[in-house]
Antibody
Framework: QVQLQESGPGLVKPSQTLSLTCTVSGDSISSGGYYWNWIRQHPGKGLEWIGYIYYSGSTYYNPSLKSRITISLETSKNQFSLKLSSVTAADTAVYYC????????????WGQGTLVTVSS | QSALTQPASVSGSPGQSITISCTGTSGDVGGYNYVSWYQQHPGKAPKLMIYDVSKRPSGVSNRFSGSKSGNTASLTISGLQAEDEADYYCSSYTSDSTVFGGGTKLTVL
């Protein structure tokens, strides 16, 4: 059974960089075939796709966030990470990591989500 | 403002059927057969219910079905049950991202 778990600070100051890690169990992120995604949900709002990384290390980001995002792999720990720079209160959200079987495939496994609040 | 338009809320009585619409454009819903639907209970992660417009993942009840006509996709839930009460989100592949709808709150009366 594939499981994903987000971790990272729950509070980030404005203008700083938000950093989250997703730990994957039950599947190897370096085995190929899957796209590892970050998705966020603003409080009481809908979902927003942030971007993905493939096992090869290639990435693709939401054009609206592209200038501030970095997604990377740490295959030795079976983890992938998100960095979002220059955060503001508008970046306060629940952040999910999720797996997809391709760039057109649905998100079939999700982490439980972690709330990140941007506040001084 | 979400890229895909869903009604804010729908309701139905147990045993009835309801349909949730998801309207996009030719650049997303209308242009690709890559529409998915997710169910989200409060405080929980979304769960995949429908993918590729009308396919059901293993383990999802056949009471859930999906369809598409032009730029509008639809999720139909038949034989409503209390456990179906949740938020539902559609999503679609586009050439430069994945976009979601704003979500629909389903109330089972």
């Amino acid at each position: 059974q594939v499981q994903l778990q987000e971790s990272g600070p729950g509070l980030v100051k404005p203008s700083q960089t938000l950093s989250l890690t997703c730990t994957v169990s039950g599947d190897s992120i370096s085995s190929g075939g899957y796209y590892w995604n970050w998705i966020r949900q603003h409080p009481g709002k809908g979902l927003e796709w942030i971007g993905y990384i493939y096992y090869s290390g290639s990435t693709y980001y939401n054009p609206s966030l592209k200038s501030r995002i970095t997604i990377s792999l740490e295959t030795s720990k079976n983890q992938f990470s998100l960095k979002l720079s220059s955060v503001t209160a508008a970046d306060t959200a629940v952040y999910y990591c999720a797996r997809a079987g391709g760039d057109t495939a649905p998100f079939d496994y999700w982490g439980q989500g972690t709330l990140v609040t941007v506040s001084s | 403002q979400s890229a895909l338009t869903q009604p804010a809320s729908v309701s139905g009585s147990p045993g009835q059927s309801i349909t949730i619409s998801c309207t996009g454009t030719s650049g997303d819903v209308g242009g690709y057969n890559y529409v998915s639907w997710y169910q989200q209970h409060p405080g929980k992660a979304p769960k995949l219910m429908i993918y590729d417009v009308s396919k059901r993942p293993s383990g999802v009840s056949n009471r859930f079905s999906g369809s598409k006509s032009g730029n509008t996709a639809s999720l139909t839930i038949s034989g409503l049950q209390a456990e179906d009460e949740a938020d539902y989100y559609c999503s679609s592949y586009t050439s430069d991202s994945t976009v979601f709808g704003g979500g629909t709150k389903l109330t089972v009366l």
